[in-house]
Structures are given as structure tokens and as C-alpha cells.
T-cell receptor, first 115, second 112 residues
């Protein structure tokens, strides 16, 4: 079956512009996660969804970052007024349900470059 | 606080040689540990995971890892590396019920 997909694969934007990054999880997966991977850094947790709810937004770096999930499926990560330090690869993952036992399946990521 | 340390940023090995990638974790409870591999332009793929039981875990692509509680380590090994193993490898510990904490990764280069 299809894996986790993300779009766009690459996004170049100018400082101050807003961007939207999309994630399509594996069908039937109720848990969805966003991570940020910066150069030389590990993966940084941003936000977690269970269904359409986000019980843990603790990793969002600032109020310029927001995310939503609709229909228990597609999720959008929005970055407003982008800054150069937002440049990174944004990875989405999904799992069948919320549990440490469950493998998280990752998408290929969106590489964001802020000029 | 929970953390994962991968002390080697880069490792270079010759094809056919053995490989060991180090991972140390800090976690108060029994850890759930994972190794993921990321090929260029790809997402992360799970190699193996440890929850409990046998401390030597077998994974895909001929990889294995050994959990050593006394050393807080979960090192990844492969007896004979193939050129296709060149990638970045991430160790992770599950924090709470779902959140993963990742190390900074080890980039593996394989010489022909």
C-alpha cells in the first residue's frame, strides 16, 4: 500500500512569506507526527495528532508555527512570516495508534529553504 | 531529561568490513529503543527496535543491535557492510507513550 506522502518535496520561499506543508498519512493510521530536521541536528519533535486533535504541541518553536488535521487524515503544517532559521527538512510520520510500541512510518520530507 | 547521544558524526568503512554505530541514551524507565536509516532524499526506515526480552535484536538488511542496560547503550552492528548501506543512521528512544527522541545521526560512508 501507499506510504506516507508529503508535498511539496522542496519549497523555496522569501523571508516573511507564509508556507504550507502537507502530509498524507498511511490510510487508517490515527496518530500523526511532525518533526523538523535541521542541518547537523537530530529530528526535533514538533507536534502530535491523535485523530484531529493535537494533545501535544509542545515542540512548536513559536506562535508562527501551527498545524491542523482534518478528517483524521491529511495534515497541514503552516509557518507564517518565515525566517531563515526555519530552513530545514520537515518530516511527517504516522502510526496505527498512539503507542511507544508502534513503529512510526516516515514520509520523504519537505525541504524548506528560506532566502 | 531524556536524551540520545550518537558520538560519531561520520564513519567511513570499506565494503565488506564490519560496522558498529554507537548510541547512548538517558532515560529513567525501561526504554523503548529504535534504529532508523535515512537514505538521501528518503524518509526514515525502521531497521530494528527493542522493547524487552532478548537484548540482542535482529533487524532488516542484516543489522543487529545489542541493548546493554549497564552501559545505557544500544549499538548497531553489521558483520559485513555493503555499498548500499551508505546512509545516515538515527538512534531513538521513545519518551512517554509516543514521542521519539532522536540522536543527531551518524553518516556512514562506504569505500569500494
Amino acid at each position: 500500500g501507499a506510504g506516507v506522502s508529503q508535498s511539496p518535496s522542496n519549497k523555496v520561499t522569501e523571508k516573511g512569506k507564509d508556507v504550507e506543508l502537507r502530509c498524507d498519512p498511511i490510510s487508517g493510521h490515527t496518530a500523526l507526527y511532525w518533526y523538523r530536521q535541521s542541518l547537523g541536528q537530530g529530528l526535533e519533535f514538533l507536534i502530535y495528532f491523535q485523530g484531529n486533535s493535537a494533545p501535544d504541541k509542545s515542540g512548536l518553536p513559536s506562535d508562527r508555527f501551527s498545524a491542523e488535521r482534518t478528517g483524521g487524515s491529511v495534515s497541514t503544517l503552516t509557518i507564517q512570516r518565515t525566517q531563515q532559521e526555519d530552513s530545514a527538512v520537515y518530516l511527517c510520520a504516522s502510526s496505527p495508534r498512539r503507542s511507544s510500541y508502534n513503529e512510526q512510518f516516515f514520509g520523504p520530507g519537505t525541504r524548506l529553504t528560506v532566502l | 531529561a531524556q536524551s540520545v547521544t550518537q558520538p560519531d558524526i561520520h564513519i567511513t568503512v570499506s565494503e565488506g568490513a564490519s560496522l558498529e554505530l554507537r548510541c547512548n541514551y538517558s532515560y529513567g524507565a525501561t526504554p523503548y529503543l529504535f534504529w532508523y536509516v535515512q537514505s538521501p532524499g528518503q524518509g526514515l526506515q525502521l531497521l530494528l527496535k527493542y522493547f524487552s526480552g532478548d537484548t540482542l535484536v535482529q533487524g532488516i538488511k542484516g543489522f543487529e543491535a545489542e541493548f546493554k542496560r549497564s552501559q545505557s547503550s544500544f549499538n548497531l552492528r553489521k558483520p559485513s557492510v555493503h555499498w548500499s548501506d551508505a546512509a545516515e543512521y538515527f538512534c531513538a528512544v521513545a519518551s512517554g507513550t509516543y514521542k521519539y527522541i532522536f540522536g543527531t545521526g551518524t553518516r556512514l560512508k562506504v569505500l569500494a
